[in-house]
């Protein structure tokens, strides 16, 4: 597969996208000069909320600005902020968010960001599930047994283990 495109899910739909999107020019970078490169190092001294950076896919964002917009709350911006968050981010982003927001906060490449053995084998067994390009539909007879099992279990409830609370 080309190294330079990437599965990503955009609306329930498992897609081939590029990895980067193209390099705009926003408050922090002129597309015409090449991407300024940083170590992690750098990065990790942009870890507040008030200057936070964080790496995705080898390359640094400064969301700052972002983070109280961030419909997810502070809480996970700030636990990531100065670190490689490409693994979280992409579980719980879709597609369109790195392409149409994420140029915007782009300030350049990281040059040292480390794989551990535990994270490539993670992300090999990503890329193996999404290169199936396997999806789940909502069939009319699934959501017939959906609906049963909310329904039932709205009439019985679960039951307790018996701890007080």
């Known amino acids: 597969m080309d190294a330079s495109l990437v599965y990503r899910e955009d609306k329930g ?14 408050k922090f ?13 750098e990065v990790a001294k942009h ?4 200057d936070c950076w964080i790496v ?7 969301i700052t600005s ?13 636990n990531m902020a100065g670190k490689d968050a490409t693994d979280v981010f992409a579980n719980y982003h879709a597609a ?14 990281v040059t040292d960001v480390p794989e ?7 992300r090999a067994a990503h890329f193996n599930k999404a290169s199936l390009k396997l999806t789940i539909r ?10 049963r099992f909310f329904s039932l279990r709205s009439r019985f409830p679960l039951v307790s283990s018996g701890a007080v609370d």
């Open 13 to 26: 739909v498992t897609k081939l996208v590029p990895l980067y999107p193209p390099v705009k020019r926003n």
């Open 96 to 109: 369109r968010v790195y392409r149409v927001m994420l140029p915007a906060y782009l300030v350049g490449e």
């Open 116 to 122: 551990y053995p535990h994270v490539a084998d993670f």
């Open 29 to 41: 970078l002129d597309a015409n000069e090449p991407l300024p490169k940083y170590t992690m190092a």
């Open 138 to 147: 909502t069939t009319p007879s699934s959501a017939v047994g959906l609906r």
């Open 66 to 78: 972002f983070i109280a917009r961030h419909p997810g709350g502070v809480g996970p911006i700030t």
């Open 47 to 50: 870890s507040t909320q008030n």
């Open 56 to 62: 995705l896919d080898k390359r640094a964002y400064n």
